[in-house]
């Protein structure tokens, strides 16, 4: 997946891109970064800290510039992660914040515009809402048996799913497709 959407990302910018451990191999193999290298990292809060160590010692060895681009209130990496968030907040006021949403950016989409700016400040219940008043909230029964799983764990009241068509096999893969929100009452 990563290395689809680094040549997605190729494609549109005409910027050399590939996946971070792409990179990292290479880069294990032959070297090859200078003092004129800017490595730009996009969706950062993805990425694990071990990988993104590595690459900090690859640049700071020549000198190369890293860059990390992302959302750092996103859900972090599936290995240990959270630098971009913790980076974020050493930072402070060094840190450029995008204050516009690019992506749902059509007049009929100020609905989502506001529902994900909720779930940004943690406000899940008007987002969730909004989602179930604009059609984009399913229950299929096998998102529906892992809610009641959690709920009677105590788990979370809200489990978010790939619907069972998504390429990612029903998996949390981030593939770009609808998601299914469940709320377990």
């Known amino acids: 997946m990563a290395a689809r ?3 997605d990302l190729e494609t549109g910018t005409g910027i050399p891109s590939s996946s971070l451990s792409h990179l990292l191999a290479d880069l294990k193999e032959a070297g090859g ?3 004129r290298h800017v490595i730009v990292v996009d969706e950062a809060s993805m990425v694990g800290s071990r990988s993104l160590d590595e690459l900090r010692r690859n640049a700071d060895g020549v000198g190369a510039k890293v860059v990390l681009v992302g959302d750092n209130r996103q859900l972090s990496s599936i290995d240990a992660g959270g630098a971009l968030r913790t980076l974020s907040k050493e ?3 060094d840190v450029i914040s995008l204050t516009t949403n690019r992506r749902q950016a059509g007049a009929d989409q100020a609905w989502e515009r506001e529902a994900l700016a909720s779930l940004r400040s943690g406000d899940v219940v008007p987002a969730v809402d909004a989602y179930v008043d604009h059609g984009r909230v399913t229950s299929p029964a096998r998102s529906m048996r ?3 799983a959690w709920s009677r764990t105590g788990g979370p009241s809200t489990a978010i799913t790939p619907p069972p068509s998504s390429p990612c096999g029903g998996s949390t893969c981030g593939h770009s497709t609808r998601w299914s929100v469940t709320i377990a009452r």
């Open 91 to 93: 930072l402070g006021a």
């Open 146 to 148: 892992h809610v009641n």
């Open 33 to 35: 970064l200078t003092s």
């Open 5 to 7: 959407t680094a040549a």
